[in-house]
């Protein structure tokens, strides 16, 4: 059976995402660190509750009361002429 | 710049009642939405009800839109907000197109899908359920000619109804097949228990099925060992729980998906393989509160599982512990569209009050809370049974906050 992709626009496969699991007992933060997993350019739009997921199951910790994988703006695509602020702010 | 009373973010059943609520006691309201049309997710929902009425999600927005237009509310669509900063005990919202000054914040963004994520999930072709929804009902695109929905539970049933209704043939509904993040989703006892907590939603055979074992474990067991090879038939396209769908296969876009038989608990049975042609798959993998926003403003958050994951930490006002930031509808759990609606009422009180303190508002919120309660008892689709133990587990929290 082919692989799963889990993170789309970095392209990290489900067995790729199990391999660190079993080697390195990863926090979230290091297992996206580690693969590259939801830093893609859509933010984790679409992986990050299959991550939270992969994370949670493999090693069967409870999910905690935090966002496993901090949330950080921009939480859209956006331009660096907005972020810049030469756009038309007023 | 203009500073706004209340900015609420997301034009959906939550938001736009809100509005309504502010322009009412005439505060000074902005609504943005990223989608082209105002109304949220209302705008692809078209079920019966057991009562045998339909719920038309466009008509029931245009209600909203209407009344919020007739009450000069300010309504932006096609901006989509990235951040929200705390800035001298007010707001400032980064959009796309500029920045707005606001003195309260209303977060209604609603939920988000998550996948079921299988072998050849992200060829062309393959899309949520959701997606197909959208594009079937407020884009009027057909999706393709034959597909198969991948997941079975509340939302892949009513969505499949609805691409039935519009002339989109289906070959069945079906299980992903297991593995790490599919995991409860794939398992036919699992989904056979979540089903049997909807059996009310008559007059769908395979709910009555389930439904006639709701009470008991090992009658579920029963049912999901005896469940027809078939599938069972519902609005003629059958649901299967001992059928999964291994891999989709195709080079450019989908062409076909590969199923087979599996066990009760899940397990391929080998030599089973089945190919079945399609030309585009629909993913049903449920709903998670979108909460992005509420987490970069300073929100904390809670795990509580019947309402979908991580939901911000509110109170029944849907004031969260951030002073001047509230939140309404499936972004505080996932539930139906007139609970959602309800919620944006309470919201948009809560904000009339904290900016003018007037104890008739503080009635008016008791009222909007009460009904928020007997929408919920009333609820013909529950998401989730203990949606009510969630609820009280997140209100609880707030306290602690506020206590603490």
């Given at each position: 059976m082919r692989d799963v992709i889990i993170c789309r626009c970095e392209e990290v496969t489900l067995s790729q995402l199990e391999e660190i699991i079993k080697h390195h007992d990863?926090?979230?933060?290091?297992?996206?660190?580690?693969?590259?997993?939801?830093?893609?350019?859509?933010?984790?739009?679409?992986?990050?509750?299959?991550?939270?997921?992969?994370?949670?199951?493999?090693?069967?910790?409870?999910?905690?009361?935090?966002?496993?994988?901090?949330?950080?703006?921009?939480?859209?695509?956006?331009?660096?002429?907005?972020?810049?602020?030469?756009?038309?702010?007023? | 710049?203009?500073?706004?009373?209340?900015?609420?973010?997301?034009?959906?059943?939550?938001?736009?009642?809100?509005?309504?609520?502010?322009?009412?006691?005439?505060?000074?309201?902005?609504?943005?939405?990223?989608?082209?049309?105002?109304?949220?997710?209302?705008?692809?929902?078209?079920?019966?009800?057991?009562?045998g009425e339909w719920w038309n999600g466009i008509k029931e927005a245009e209600k909203l839109v209407n009344e919020a237009k007739a009450l000069n509310t300010e309504?932006?669509?096609?901006?989509?907000?990235?951040?929200?900063?705390?800035?001298?005990?007010?707001?400032?919202?980064?959009?796309?197109?500029?920045?707005?000054?606001?003195?309260?914040?209303?977060?209604?963004?609603?939920?988000?899908?998550?996948?079921?994520?299988?072998?050849?999930?992200?060829?062309?072709?393959?899309?949520?359920?959701?997606?197909?929804?959208v594009m079937t009902n407020v884009h009027r695109v057909r999706v393709g000619e034959k597909g198969i929905v991948i997941g079975v539970n509340v939302l892949a049933a009513a969505i499949a109804r609805e691409l039935l209704l519009a002339g989109i043939r289906l070959h069945s509904l079906a299980l992903p097949i297991n593995n790490a993040v599919t995991d409860e989703q794939s398992h036919p006892k699992m989904v056979m228990e979540r089903l049997s907590r909807i059996a009310h939603l008559a007059p769908s055979p395979l709910l009555r099925f389930?439904?006639?074992?709701?009470?008991?474990?090992?009658?579920?067991?029963?049912?999901?060992?005896?469940?027809?090879?078939?599938?069972?038939?519902?609005?003629?396209?059958p649901i299967h729980l001992r059928k999964a769908v291994k891999e989709i296969n195709g080079t450019e876009q989908v062409e076909s998906v590969t199923m087979v038989d599996i066990t009760k608990d899940g397990e391929i049975i080998p030599g089973t393989e089945e190919e079945i042609p399609v030309d585009f798959v629909c993913i049903a993998g449920g709903l998670y509160p979108l909460a992005e926003l509420a987490a970069v403003v300073g929100v904390p958050f809670k795990y509580v599982e019947p309402l979908g994951g991580h939901?911000?930490?509110?109170?029944?006002?849907?004031?969260t512990p951030v002073e001047g930031v509230y939140v309404a509808g499936n972004i505080t759990g996932i539930e139906s569209a007139k609970v959602a609606r309800a919620q944006g009422k309470v919201a948009g009180l809560s904000i009339a009050?904290?900016?003018?303190?007037?104890?008739?508002?503080?009635?008016?919120?008791?009222?909007?809370?009460?009904?928020?309660?007997?929408?919920?008892?009333?609820?013909?689709?529950?998401?989730?049974?203990?949606?009510?133990?969630?609820?009280?587990?997140?209100?609880?929290?707030?306290?602690?906050?506020?206590?603490?």
């Amino acid at each position: 059976m082919r692989d799963v992709i889990i993170c789309r626009c970095e392209e990290v496969t489900l067995s790729q995402l199990e391999e660190i699991i079993k080697h390195h007992d990863p926090s979230a933060r290091e297992l996206k660190l580690r693969t590259r997993a939801g830093m893609g350019i859509c933010g984790g739009k679409t992986c990050r509750p299959l991550l939270d997921k992969v994370l949670q199951k493999l090693t069967d910790k409870p999910p905690t009361d935090d966002i496993p994988l901090k949330v950080q703006p921009p939480v859209r695509p956006t331009s660096l002429a907005q972020l810049g602020g030469s756009g038309d702010e007023t | 710049m203009q500073k706004h009373d209340a900015v609420i973010i997301g034009a959906g059943p939550a938001g736009l009642n809100a509005a309504i609520a502010l322009r009412k006691h005439d505060l000074n309201v902005l609504v943005i939405d990223e989608f082209p049309h105002l109304g949220g997710r209302l705008l692809g929902q078209l079920h019966e009800e057991p009562n045998g009425e339909w719920w038309n999600g466009i008509k029931e927005a245009e209600k909203l839109v209407n009344e919020a237009k007739a009450l000069n509310t300010e309504m932006l669509t096609n901006v989509s907000v990235h951040h929200i900063q705390r800035k001298d005990g007010a707001f400032v919202v980064h959009t796309n197109r500029k920045n707005y000054e606001a003195k309260n914040v209303l977060i209604a963004t609603g939920a988000a899908e998550t996948a079921n994520p299988i072998p050849g999930w992200t060829l062309p072709g393959v899309m949520t359920i959701g997606a197909a929804q959208v594009m079937t009902n407020v884009h009027r695109v057909r999706v393709g000619e034959k597909g198969i929905v991948i997941g079975v539970n509340v939302l892949a049933a009513a969505i499949a109804r609805e691409l039935l209704l519009a002339g989109i043939r289906l070959h069945s509904l079906a299980l992903p097949i297991n593995n790490a993040v599919t995991d409860e989703q794939s398992h036919p006892k699992m989904v056979m228990e979540r089903l049997s907590r909807i059996a009310h939603l008559a007059p769908s055979p395979l709910l009555r099925f389930g439904g006639k074992f709701a009470k008991y474990k090992w009658a579920q067991n029963i049912a999901v060992s005896f469940y027809p090879k078939k599938g069972i038939n519902m609005w003629d396209v059958p649901i299967h729980l001992r059928k999964a769908v291994k891999e989709i296969n195709g080079t450019e876009q989908v062409e076909s998906v590969t199923m087979v038989d599996i066990t009760k608990d899940g397990e391929i049975i080998p030599g089973t393989e089945e190919e079945i042609p399609v030309d585009f798959v629909c993913i049903a993998g449920g709903l998670y509160p979108l909460a992005e926003l509420a987490a970069v403003v300073g929100v904390p958050f809670k795990y509580v599982e019947p309402l979908g994951g991580h939901v911000p930490v509110h109170n029944e006002k849907m004031e969260t512990p951030v002073e001047g930031v509230y939140v309404a509808g499936n972004i505080t759990g996932i539930e139906s569209a007139k609970v959602a609606r309800a919620q944006g009422k309470v919201a948009g009180l809560s904000i009339a009050f904290r900016m003018k303190k007037d104890a008739a508002i503080q009635k008016e919120i008791e009222k909007a809370m009460d009904e928020v309660k007997t929408t919920r008892d009333n609820a013909t689709i529950q998401f989730h049974p203990e949606i009510a133990r969630g609820r009280d587990d997140i209100h609880a929290q707030f306290n602690k906050y506020l206590n603490g």
